[in-house]
């Protein structure tokens, strides 16, 4: 089936620094992506969300990305901070079905 | 402060007991979603419900259980059928019967021995 899925398991980056995260998606019906953010232990938190009409999203510190020709999607943040070590996943929806989740990104921040 | 409670944080269990996990909102959200994550990957639905006294299988709701009994609340059970029950369990929540802009509580995990 279609489904969510992540270029690099793992990413470290040295404080300061900006992050790249990225995710491949297969599903051209899809209309509608979101980053989120998951520290060990913890439930998900939403960080921003993009539909399927933009190409660009911009938040505090983090940018999404969206490229359909290629079905490619990435999380950029900005001075990356130790804070920000954590669990990225990417999930997508087509329609009213529900939430596909990628496998995740762990970044991990080099002080 | 309002936002979505699990409890306990942490669960031991027998195997062969059914077991509930509690999942309470004060978000006023009407729907209301089960997942279960596994070590290095991503969030599987389990159960979700977008109204009271309605709910609906998810991709792998076999071995589980859910009531929707009041807007806030939707314990998931875990019975002796599941065949590998140690996860971490997530409960989510959003406004409309939407799967957008979920609100994820804390997590349990369960461990089954």
């Known amino acids: 089936g279609e489904s969510v899925g992540l270029h690099l398991p793992t990413l470290s980056v040295q404080e300061g620094d900006n992050s790249i995260i990225n995710c491949a998606y297969s599903n051209s019906a899809s209309d509608y992506f979101i980053w989120y953010k998951q520290e060990s232990g913890k439930g998900p938190q939403f960080i921003i969300d993009i539909r399927s009409n933009m190409d660009k999203r911009q938040g505090q510190r983090v940018t999404v990305l969206l490229n359909k020709t290629v079905k490619h999607l990435s999380l950029q943040i900005a001075a990356t901070q130790p804070g920000d070590s954590a669990v990225y996943f990417c999930?997508?929806?087509?329609?009213?079905?529900?939430?596909?989740f990628g496998k995740g990104t762990r970044l991990s921040v080099i002080a | 402060d309002g936002g979505i409670t699990q409890s306990p944080k942490y669960l031991f269990r027998k195997e062969g007991q059914n077991v509930t996990l509690s999942c309470e909102q004060n978000?006023?959200?009407?729907?209301m979603y089960w997942y279960r994550q596994d070590p290095g990957q991503g969030l599987r639905l389990i159960y979700y419900s977008q109204i009271v006294n309605d709910f609906q299988k998810g991709d792998i709701a076999e071995g589980y259980s859910v009531s929707r009994e009041k807007k806030e609340s939707f314990p998931l059970t875990v019975t002796s059928a599941q065949k590998n029950p140690t996860a971490f369990y997530l409960c989510?929540?959003?406004?409309?019967?939407?799967?957008?802009?979920?609100?994820f509580g804390p997590g349990t995990r369960l461990t089954v021995t």
């Open positions: 989510a929540s959003s406004m409309g019967p939407t799967w957008l802009e979920q609100y």
């Open positions: 999930a997508e929806i087509a329609g009213n079905t529900p939430l596909v």
């Open positions: 978000l006023n959200h009407d729907a």
